[in-house]
């Protein structure tokens, strides 16, 4: 009789340790869950490592010849025409630079909420080694280092200048940063919105009109 106790007290110990363990293991792998939803640091891992790489062309004419029939400009093309055409590939990254700003993350219901600052230009590189230049000079004219260095730093300024306006490439960077990020949450089963400053600015506008 005392061991059929004594063995009810153990099996009824067994349960009562696999409950424990059971709850205990559920509540650590919520945890586990919430820290890599809510991990803000992965975030902005996934966020600046999700450039979007550009290629293209940068080119640039400078001429003093107008081409216009004239005996002025004939003359001008004949003896003391500087004329240069230039063309570069480049290589620019879009990205968002988080530096100290702090990124907003909430969850509520199997929905994750994150705003990030506004994709920009983050490099742009003209690859010189592969320049193709091609000059007319007239007579009187010398080869013009100086001419052309200067025509080169206008080119990159002007071409730089172009891209950080692009608001086409800034989308793609924000399709590709939202497409990366909603990969990291799927296999977790959330929902993610990703939504970046000027976007939200231009719904707190749109409210206000309402």
Do not use: H
Not at 5 to 32: Q, W
Not at 74 to 102: C, D, H, W
Not at 132 to 144: H, P, T
């Amino acid at each position: 009789m005392r061991n059929r106790v004594s063995l009810f007290f153990v099996f009824l110990l067994i349960i009562i340790i696999g409950l424990l363990a059971y709850f205990l293991g559920r509540n650590s792998a919520s945890k586990t869950v919430d820290n890599v939803v809510m991990n803000d640091v992965l975030i902005r891992q996934i966020a600046e490592l999700s450039a979007l790489e550009v290629q293209g062309n940068a080119s640039i004419r400078s001429s003093n010849i107008k081409n216009d029939g004239s005996i002025s400009d004939n003359f001008r093309k004949l003896f003391m025409e500087r004329t240069f055409n230039i063309s570069v590939p480049y290589v620019a990254k879009y990205g968002v630079n988080l530096g100290s700003q702090n990124i907003n993350i909430e969850e509520k219901n199997k929905q994750v909420y994150i705003v990030l600052p506004n994709p920009k230009l983050l490099s742009y590189e003209l690859r010189l080694d592969k320049a193709n230049a091609a000059s007319r000079k007239g007579l009187f004219e010398s080869d013009n280092e100086e001419a052309y260095d200067k025509l080169m730093k206008k080119l990159y300024t002007q071409s730089k200048a172009k891209l950080e306006q692009s608001t086409g490439y800034q989308q793609q960077s924000k399709d590709k940063i939202r497409k990366i990020i909603q990969d990291y949450y799927a296999p977790l089963n959330f929902n993610v919105e990703v939504t970046f400053a000027d976007d939200l600015k231009s719904r707190v506008v749109e409210e206000k009109t309402q």
